[in-house]
């Protein structure tokens, strides 16, 4: 078990830092290594990481063949900073994407780069669907989450982020989510037929832009079925139709997006988080060719051409994305880890939640959820928090952990559930 305190530098970050930090305190200990699915505080205590920079880390800390890209790239005096230019490293990216991501799943989708952050790239999804339609109404879902920047924050569902805006979010109507009035309500039902009336009150939309897994709404699923269904009103009522794959893909929950063998042809696509591989910022918004009617530098970011991401992001591709092994071995682990966590629920009449490896388990509460991440941390695995009330002990760990990794750090969270709900003694501990 880690021993406890060892942040000589506390003053530094309560004197300096924002309060805005969150993550911070929840896991207060000064960290200074990480390697795979591992990280390390000063003290030398190690902790398994079932957050993974919010799947940002797909494939863990400092990947060595990644790592190994960017220093001979950095030792060749590589360009850091190009802008948009044309450089070899993003050369290097787009030619490897085009032919291992994009040609066998016949997309031929134009790649925006926005800027370092997701919201970037939703920020340049919904505005380009405006342009496209000449229409200002996006619709979003329940519980969705896609950024805290203004554009991102109106079609984000949670209130906190919300209320932090301190100004009217506009241009956005919510839907109910798939199963957010239970199983026997058909919400995308409901959608169609509020488009359909003109006196519905809900304005012609320019896009309906939706996440396959709710990643900090709760890990709740939408079925294929569904998605076509949204797909198909999208068409139907002259919107575009936008996939957020910014935490769902880069094969979080499955292929290499979370839509894929779904029969869906997204006319946008937003990605970040472990786009780069090495958890260098990099965000992208892939564009059907027929929308791609931008005008020269109509929408650009100083950050937009982050060619150290460039490189990471095409070993990456090239490693884990050329053939299906790697996909395999995530369906493996995957499969283990809903047996886990499925015997954890039942246990205690709870209820999981989410696909592949982006699953968790509903505690019930928000209280319940807070004690079992705690008692996680005491024992060396970092892991946190999702849903509507923060109910949801979210699993994020790297998909390139291993199986006895994996098994421990799933040993320690059943026990953190039995400590919190009340099945073992905290004396036996």
Not at 24 to 38: H, N, Q, V, Y
Request: charged share 20%; proline share 3%; hydrophobic share 40%.
């Amino acid at each position: 078990m880690p021993t406890t305190g060892t942040i000589a530098a506390t003053t530094a970050f309560e004197r300096v830092e924002s309060r805005v930090r969150s993550y911070s305190r929840s896991f207060p200990r000064l960290f200074d290594k990480a390697i795979g699915s591992t990280l390390y505080d000063t003290s030398g205590n190690a902790y398994l990481d079932f957050l993974s920079g919010c799947s940002s880390l797909n494939y863990g800390h400092n990947d060595p063949d990644l790592k190994r890209a960017l220093v001979a790239y950095l030792s060749a005096n590589g360009i850091t900073h190009g802008l948009d230019m044309f450089t070899d490293a993003k050369q290097r990216f787009l030619a490897s994407f085009e032919r291992i991501v994009l040609k066998p799943r016949a997309m031929d989708h134009r790649l925006q780069f926005t800027g370092p952050t997701g919201a970037n790239a939703v920020e340049a999804a919904i505005k380009l669907a405006r342009k496209v339609t000449g229409r200002h109404n996006v619709v979003a879902f329940t519980n969705g989450f896609h950024g805290v920047t203004m554009g991102a924050l109106a079609a984000t569902g949670n209130s906190k982020h919300r209320a932090g805006a301190g100004t009217p979010l506009s241009g956005v109507t919510r839907a109910a989510f798939e199963g957010y009035f239970g199983p026997d309500i058909d919400t995308a039902e409901m959608l169609d037929r509020q488009l359909a009336d003109p006196s519905s009150g809900i304005d012609a939309p320019a896009a309906i832009i939706v996440e396959t897994v709710q990643g900090e709404g709760g890990l709740n699923v939408a079925s294929p079925e569904w998605l076509r269904k949204i797909e198909a009103i999208a068409r139907q009522h002259g919107a575009l139709f936008i996939i957020d794959d910014i935490q769902a893909g880069c094969g979080r929950t499955g292929g290499f997006f979370s839509f894929d063998g779904m029969g869906l042809s997204p006319d946008i696509v937003t990605m970040a988080k472990s786009l780069s591989g090495l958890g260098l910022p990099l965000a992208l918004t892939l564009i059907k060719p027929e929308h791609d009617i931008w005008k020269p530098a109509e929408h650009n970011g100083t950050f937009r051409g982050n060619n150290h991401a460039f490189v990471t992001a095409t070993a990456a591709l090239e490693k884990f994305w050329n053939d299906d092994r790697f996909k395999n071995e995530v369906a493996g682990k995957a499969t283990y880890l809903a047996t886990r966590l499925e015997a954890v629920a039942e246990t205690h009449g709870l209820a999981i939640k989410g696909r592949g490896m982006m699953m968790g388990i509903d505690a019930g509460s928000g209280k319940n959820a807070a004690t079992v991440c705690q008692a996680c941390f005491e024992r060396g695995l970092i892991i946190e928090t999702s849903g509507s009330h923060d109910e949801i002990v979210k699993v994020l760990a790297p998909l390139t952990i291993s199986k006895e990794q994996l098994a421990a750090g799933l040993d320690t969270l059943e026990t953190a559930f039995a400590l919190t709900m009340g099945t073992m003694r905290v004396a036996a501990e």
